[in-house]
């Protein structure tokens, strides 16, 4: 069983050990009676042992006041609780440092060379001086290191250095270079005149201006063919390389015109000539490029969710100061309170409390009267039958300037009306200009629009609508009647061409019902696009 040490009992029996032997400073009244005491107490102990020695002089001193002397009894208890604790720090190594070389108690002494403390609490000397005590303050191993660092740095060397001789410092140096003095030169103002920097910006700026000036002279010169005509004017002809300072009769590009300068002198005779050459300056007027579009659409702007709901957020801030600041201007009238059966006595107050079957009946009526102007703006807004219809055909029109995409398709049979009227309906609705040609053996379906409706009518006509019920009336097939699967399905309608064309061949949605070969193909020859036949006819051969 592990021991454990009881530190707390063993404190307060040090402590009382220290109180017993703690004693104030004997003063000489005290010690002589303690040297006579020392001397009785010798002397009762030679009459024990029978051993006689010469009496010694006997000193009668006055008689001192009673001082403590610490009794046998004393003195036993003293040694008893010293033994104890020396037995209970004997297995301890804690407070080993209490203990002495051999195994006993240090004993506490006062302090050497007569220190004191004074009146104040002060440290002094026995003469009165007082002493400083250093204090011992924690601090990081960092700055322990970082000071002795600081101290070695700041030692002088052992060996002080012994200035070189003239001759050894100028040993090595050239008399014939001028060496010039490490000495920094002061710094000095140095002030700018009066306008100096706007002189500077306005060279600038003419330099700018001259440039752009340059620039225009230039690009309107290649417009009117003068700048060429000064490219050629350098060129030198081989028989004037010899002499460049030499000048002509005539100019090489006068010389097809005129013989010499000397008709310059008779302006009649120069109009004579040249009846078409007058003082007016022709500009001709600027031709669009035959492919350029007349109106170049404009790309919508494709805003997210959040971008729509703060757009319109802002927008109606926007209308609703404009309305406060006419309301502040006096323009429009002030709005009446908005009262609700909820906000009723907060609203009206002492009115409500006065008369409150009046208050209701008139907040009621005011709710009803907001309740139809509600209404009467939601159809005022609601568009009329004519102005829906426009809207929709708005939806599907397309810019057909550029050319028009044409797709033809063959349909086997269009004897179920159903199918009949979604080709017309969505050809019309689509605003397709073509025709429709129902023939014995195939039907032919040729539409001329805009991209995104060609694309969508081609998705009803080989996806959306299911062709199987194509053969005779709804509902008239028995139930024998094989099911048509997809791939069949397909073989009832097929695209036979599809592509752009510069010209569009019809003018409006047309359904012919043809006979025979010979009308179908006079149909189409009309309108230059007879080769559709030919394509359908080829397919259904293959």
């Known amino acids: 069983i592990k021991k454990t040490f009881n530190f707390t009992k063993l404190k307060l029996q040090y402590n009382t050990y220290l109180e ?14 303690m040297l006579q005491s020392a001397k009785e107490q010798l002397i009762v102990r030679q009459k024990e042992l029978s051993f006689t020695l010469p009496a010694p002089p006997i000193i009668t001193p006055a008689p001192p006041p009673q001082a403590p002397v610490i009794s046998h009894q004393k003195m036993q208890q003293m040694m008893d609780l010293q033994a104890r604790i020396q037995k209970s ?21 006062p302090p050497v060379g007569g220190v004191i403390m004074n009146e104040q609490g002060r440290t002094v000397t026995a003469e ?3 002493i400083e005590l250093t204090p011992n303050q924690p601090t990081l191993k960092a700055n322990i290191v970082n000071k002795q660092r600081t101290q070695q740095f700041k030692q002088p060397s052992d060996k002080p250095s012994q200035p070189q001789s003239l001759h050894e410092s100028t040993r090595y140096q050239d008399s014939r270079l001028k060496t010039r003095s490490a000495q920094r030169m002061p710094r000095k103002f140095h002030f700018n005149e009066k306008g100096k920097y706007i002189r500077i910006a306005n060279r600038q700026r003419a330099k700018v201006k001259l440039e752009e000036l340059r620039l225009k002279v230039a690009e309107s010169s290649k417009k009117t063919g003068i700048y060429f005509s000064s490219k050629l004017a350098l060129v030198v002809n081989s028989k004037d390389k010899g002499d460049p300072t030499s000048v002509p009769d005539i100019e090489w590009w006068d010389a097809e015109l005129i013989h010499g300068y000397d008709v310059l002198n008779h302006p009649t005779a120069l109009e004579t000539k040249f009846p078409f050459v007058s003082s007016l300056i022709e500009h001709p007027i600027q031709v669009d490029a035959p492919n350029k579009p007349k109106n170049i659409p404009l ?3 494709m805003l997210t969710t959040r971008e729509r709901k703060k757009l319109k957020r802002q927008i109606r801030k926007e209308k609703e100061q404009e309305r406060m600041e006419k309301i502040q201007f006096g323009l429009l009238p002030k709005p009446e309170p908005k009262v609700k059966i909820s906000n009723l006595m907060r609203v009206l107050g002492n009115e409500a409390v006065a008369d409150p079957t009046k208050m209701e009946a008139h907040v009621r009526a005011q709710m009803a009267q907001r309740q139809r102007a509600h209404e009467a703006t939601n159809e005022a807004r609601k ?18 300037t550029n050319g028009s995409q044409t797709a033809v398709f063959r349909v086997l049979s269009l004897t179920n009306p159903a199918h009949k009227f979604k080709v017309e309906a969505s050809a019309e609705k689509f605003q397709f200009s073509g025709c429709l040609l129902l023939f014995r053996d195939f039907s032919l379906v040729v539409v001329e629009g805009g991209p995104k409706g060609i694309r969508k009518y081609k998705h009803l006509l080989l996806n959306r609508i299911k062709w199987a019920g194509n053969r005779g009336e709804p509902g008239s097939e028995d139930e024998s009647t094989p099911a048509v699967t997809n791939s069949a399905a397909n073989t009832h309608c097929s695209v036979i061409w ?7 061949s019809f003018n409006d949605w047309t359904v012919k019902v043809c006979p025979t070969e010979t009308v179908a193909r006079e149909f189409l020859r009309q309108r230059s696009c007879e080769h559709y036949w030919d394509l359908a006819v080829n397919q259904m051969i293959i």
């Open 383 to 400: 568009l009329r039958p004519d102005q829906r219809i426009a809207k929709k055909a708005r939806k599907y029109e397309e810019d057909l």
């Open 20 to 33: 017993m032997t703690e004693e104030p400073h004997p003063d000489q009244r005290t010690i002589s009676l």
């Open 299 to 301: 790309v919508p702007v």
């Open 498 to 504: 599809e592509g752009k064309n510069a010209f569009s």
């Open 89 to 109: 720090l004997a297995g301890s190594t804690l407070l080993s440092g209490l203990l002495n070389g051999d195994g006993n108690m240090l004993t506490v002494r």
């Open 128 to 130: 009165g001086k007082a």
